[in-house]
T-cell receptor
């Protein structure tokens, strides 16, 4: 069975600072993918970044990067230069790499960015 | 990327009634997923809908309560039957576009309040 753990219910950061949101996972699948989503108060789920378990390099997408440590089974999201618009709920998720496999989500972290 | 629309965007319903939620995708996809997000909670998979076959339900979800249709490769419906206040949630459909397993996109969600 797969499991995602996000231990930070809430995080607070000031504008322009970097912030790390923690995510650990557990799986017996040899091949899997890790995802981060942002959910603003509107409720939509916005895909941010993906990391494959066999990827040698950490994924980056603009201000988002994923600090992937396979041996520790962690996939932390780093947001650089935080903006007020980054205030939202952030979910870490994973799935096995078979086509058509659904995502399993963590409980989420609420990020609040202040000016 | 895939553009996903859901109808209705929100609704207020009386207990004992049923609501059908529509999910439309702008491209053909093999698998569609239905999730529920109860207030303040993470996303939980209800079922996986594969075109041309019966939906596969997760533990705790049954077809009589959440019947799903998948008539073609771009459309699916989820019905929430005999509603109670505990069904008040955001319902989201999600797809895995094309052959890429590096993304999974979500619709904007349907906010349901049951009185």
């Amino acid at each position: 069975a797969q499991k995602i753990t996000q231990t930070q219910p809430g995080m607070f950061v000031q504008e322009k600072e970097a912030v790390t949101l923690d995510c650990t996972y557990d799986t017996s699948d040899p091949s899997y993918g890790l995802f981060w989503y942002k959910q603003p108060s509107s409720g939509e789920m916005i895909f941010l970044i993906y990391q494959g378990s066999y990827d040698q390099q950490n994924a980056t997408e603009g201000r988002y990067s994923l600090n992937f440590q396979k041996a520790r089974k962690s996939a932390n999201l780093v947001i650089s230069a935080s903006q007020l618009g980054d205030s939202a709920m952030y979910f870490c998720a994973m799935r096995g790499n078979q086509a058509g496999t659904a995502l399993i989500f963590g409980k989420g972290t609420t990020l609040s960015v202040s000016s | 990327s895939a553009v996903i629309s859901q109808k209705p965007s929100r609704d207020i319903c009386q207990r004992g009634t049923s609501l059908t939620i529509q999910c439309q995708v702008d491209s053909q996809v093999t698998m569609m997923f239905w999730y529920r997000q109860q207030p303040g909670q993470s996303l939980t998979l209800i079922a996986t809908a594969n075109q041309g076959s019966e939906a596969t339900y997760e533990s705790g979800f049954v077809i009589d309560k959440f019947p799903i249709s998948r008539p073609n490769l771009t459309f699916s419906t989820l019905t929430v039957s005999n509603m109670s206040p505990e069904d008040s949630s955001i319902y989201l459909c999600s797809v895995e576009p094309g052959r890429s397993q590096e993304t999974q996109y979500f619709g904007p969600g349907t906010r349901l309040l049951v009185l």
